[in-house]
């Protein structure tokens, strides 16, 4: 596979961590060359359609390449998604959420559908993946297709003068939903699973097959709890409840089959890499956890109404589970090397930022659930977070660059 596509999934990781560099210090010193709210969409449409997604295909393309024969049609559909996200980056930084940005993010979306097909075709035609494997990769690309929905629906809410009601958010909410809860996580779950599936590692399928089933129906009910804020009727906490105990116990099931290959992964892979892999299935708990306090009506009021419990929720899910375990598999699939220093370093300063950005956003939370003072220097301390996210993501893509072959497996 063309070097050139992983260069890239660390350029859009960068720009997402520069741009939350930026984001940081104009709450210092404002500058409105660039409006906030333009580099916010940007940013995290660029962290979830460049980064994410480009960064899951490769890791896909990485384990397929060698059986792969149509070899053109892939680095087509690469090169097709590294060129509208990087568009859509640009255009949002441009004029924000507007005809530009729509227009190149709609074209992401029907990329997207390619490349589900493409990779559906050929996971249908291989047939050494263990069922389990074969569950959650066929369901997270329906996921996908489905989390499609929600666009379509904020384009028509702001069509037809919708942008500011509760219609917005939650169309808003189920794109997220449905993209980090499902296509992602599942995606990237069924990636490890034929990952140690080639390393000949015997797992518990009748746990992962049970966790999934549990996970899966629960990911639908579970959308509603996403948007408790809003006043559906007496029905809708029902189901966000059911939804959110469904997912803990999937995700239950599926760390204990997990669990128990902890011993013979040790005898394939660094200290790095299952420290990666440690850390990625920690934060999987914890944010599942974490949504069953969302039960309590009292509770999810404090959340929804804390800026910085929900920026961290999302900075746990998506720069926290979900980035940790791209890199994760970049470690194992030999994209990156776990075993050189600068891939240790770099990772080390990304998980120091990564903590640091968690503990101060939770923090602050806390002190205004507790109406107490605002913890000390916060604005700066984010700042110094974000800069060292930038640092590390940088420093891993020196590794990559320095890295002369790329092996698989």
Known sequence: MPRVFIHFTFLFFSLTALSGVWMRFFFIKQNELIPYTHVLHGHSHLAMLGWAFIGAFIVF????????????????????????????????LYQGYDVLSIIFATLHIFIEYWAAIFMFKIFKKETDIPKSGRLFINSSLLVLVISSIGPYMLGFTSATGLKD?????????????????????LFLIGLFIIIIHMK????????????FWFYFLSLFPGYFLSILFIDLGSIIPILATIGSIGQWIGVVFIL???????????????????????????????????????????????????RSIVIGYLHLTLLGFVSIFIITHYFMVHILDSKAKISTNGFIIFIIGFALNEILLFSQGLSEWLKLAGIPF????????????????VTLWLSFGTKKQHHML
């Open 256 to 306: 204990l089959a997990f669990k128990r290959i902890w011993g013979d992964l040790g005898q394939y892979y660094s200290k790095l890499t299952l420290s990666c892999l440690w850390i990625t299935l920690i934060l999987l708990f914890i944010k599942s956890t974490a949504e069953l306090g969302l039960i309590s009506p009292s509770l999810a009021d404090l959340v929804y109404n804390t």
């Open 61 to 92: 393309l990485s384990l397929s390449w060698k059986k792969i024969k149509q070899k053109k049609q892939a680095i087509l559909i690469l090169s097709a998604l590294c060129i509208a996200s990087l568009l859509m980056f640009l255009s949002f």
């Open 165 to 185: 009601t509760y219609y917005f958010d939650m169309a808003m909410y189920f794109y997220l939903h449905f993209q980090y809860n499902g296509w992602l996580t």
């Open 378 to 393: 916060f604005t700066e301390g984010l700042l110094a977070a974000s800069g060292l996210l930038f640092i590390g993501v």
């Open 200 to 211: 000949k590692i015997p797992i518990e399928s009748s746990l992962l097959k049970l966790g």
